[in-house]
C-alpha cells in the first residue's frame, strides 16, 4: 500500500474541544472525536471499535481483566457489563474478591504512601491504595467458599470432575449477590475461564476441599472449550484491560481462527521491555493474534480511569 500524500495526512484538522454545562459522557466523547488528543483520542476509537464488536451479531466477544481492578469498586459496573459479551478470561484474585464482597467483605480507601510493615502488624493488606482487612478478605472468602462447595458436593448432580468454567458456573448459580461477577456471568450464561485458577486463595480452597471430598479440577476441558470456540466462530472479538495470562490466553486460541476481528487493549506497561503486558497490538498482528485488517487500537492508561468513561459513553 503506497504511503500516504502529504495532502492526506493534513486532511483532518485538529479541533478545540468546548465543555458544555449539562453534556453527557456520550456528548463529551463525541466533541473529543475532533481533538488530536494523545490516549484521549485513542480512548476515542476504543468506544467506536467497542461498539462496532458489539452490535457486530456474528461476532463472539470476550471481555478480560486481572483481579486487581476488581477490587477498586469497579466490580460492580463490570458484572453489568457481562450482558454484552460472550466469555470472560480472568485471574484467579477475581474469585477471590468477587467471593469475598458477596460474603460482605468491606474493603477501605487507602494510600500508595504507607509504612506496610505497620500494616503487616495490624492485619490490614494493601493493594495499591486499597487498605483490605485480614477477615475481610480470606475468611469471607473461606465461608463463602465453603458454603457454596458444600452445596454443589451434596446436590444430586454432582461430578467428581469438573472443568473451571463448568465449577464457576456452578458458583454464579448459588452467589446471592446480584452485584457478583460470578452470579451474572451465571445469569447471563457467560463462561468464565480463569487459566490461572490455583494462582490465588481460590485455588488453595480447591486444594483443601479436594484432600476432603472426591473432587477434581480438569483444567484441559476449559481448552478445548476454548478451541471449540475459536473454531467455531468466524468472527470474534474483545475487550482486553490489562495484561498478562488474561490477555494470553484471549489472543492465543484467536490465532488458530487467523486472529481477532476486534480489538482493545487498556494498559499502563510499557512495551521497551518486551513483556506481554506492555506489547501493543500491532505486535499481536505479527503472531496471527490480531487480523491484519482488524479493527484495533491500544489505549495507554489507568483502566479505572477508562473503562467507566467508555462503558458509559456505549450505555452499558
Not at 456528548?27 to 473529543?32: A, D, F, K, P
Not at 460474603?103 to 509504612?115: I, T
Not at 457454596?148 to 448459588?174: H, P
Not at 473432587?215 to 466462530?233: P, S, T, V
Request: with cysteine; glycine share 10%.
Amino acid at each position: 500500500m503506497a504511503d500516504p500524500g502529504k495532502k492526506s495526512m493534513l486532511s483532518r484538522h485538529v479541533e478545540d474541544l468546548r465543555i458544555e454545562k449539562g453534556m453527557t459522557v456520550r456528548e463529551l466523547i463525541t466533541r473529543m472525536s475532533g481533538m488530536g488528543g494523545f490516549s484521549a483520542q485513542n480512548m476515542v476509537s476504543g468506544i467506536e471499535i467497542v461498539g462496532r464488536m458489539l452490535s457486530d451479531k456474528d461476532s463472539f466477544n470476550f471481555l478480560s481483566f486481572p483481579a486487581d481492578i476488581i477490587a477498586t469498586g469497579m466490580r460492580g459496573m463490570i458484572a453489568d457489563s457481562l450482558r454484552h459479551f460472550d466469555a470472560v478470561m480472568t485471574t484467579c484474585g477475581t474469585l477471590d474478591h468477587d467471593l469475598a464482597k458477596a460474603h460482605g467483605g468491606k474493603y477501605s480507601h487507602g494510600s500508595f504512601d504507607v509504612d506496610d510493615n505497620k500494616l503487616l502488624k495490624m492485619n490490614i493488606y494493601r493493594l495499591g491504595n486499597i487498605f483490605i482487612e485480614r477477615d475481610e478478605y480470606g475468611l469471607a472468602l473461606e465461608k463463602e467458599f465453603t458454603r457454596i462447595m458444600d452445596d454443589i458436593y451434596s446436590s444430586r448432580d454432582y461430578k467428581e470432575e469438573y472443568a473451571g468454567y463448568e465449577l464457576l458456573r456452578e458458583f454464579g448459580k448459588r452467589v446471592k449477590d446480584p452485584h457478583s461477577i460470578l452470579r451474572q456471568a451465571y445469569l447471563n450464561n457467560v463462561p468464565v475461564f480463569v487459566p490461572g485458577i490455583v494462582d490465588g486463595a481460590f485455588g488453595t480452597q480447591l486444594l483443601l476441599y479436594s484432600q476432603r471430598k472426591k473432587f477434581r479440577l480438569n483444567l484441559l476441558k476449559d481448552e478445548a472449550k476454548l478451541g471449540d470456540i475459536a473454531f467455531d466462530h468466524k468472527t470474534t472479538g474483545a475487550l482486553m484491560v490489562g495484561g498478562g495470562i488474561s490477555k494470553h490466553h484471549v489472543i492465543w486460541w484467536n490465532q488458530f481462527k487467523g486472529g481477532l476481528d476486534y480489538a482493545v487493549y487498556i494498559t499502563t506497561a510499557s512495551q521497551y521491555d518486551g513483556s506481554l503486558s506492555g506489547a501493543r497490538l500491532t505486535e499481536a498482528v505479527s503472531w496471527g493474534k490480531v487480523k491484519q485488517k482488524a479493527k484495533y487500537v491500544t489505549i495507554d492508561g489507568d483502566a479505572t480511569i477508562i473503562l467507566p468513561v467508555m462503558f458509559a459513553a456505549l450505555d452499558m
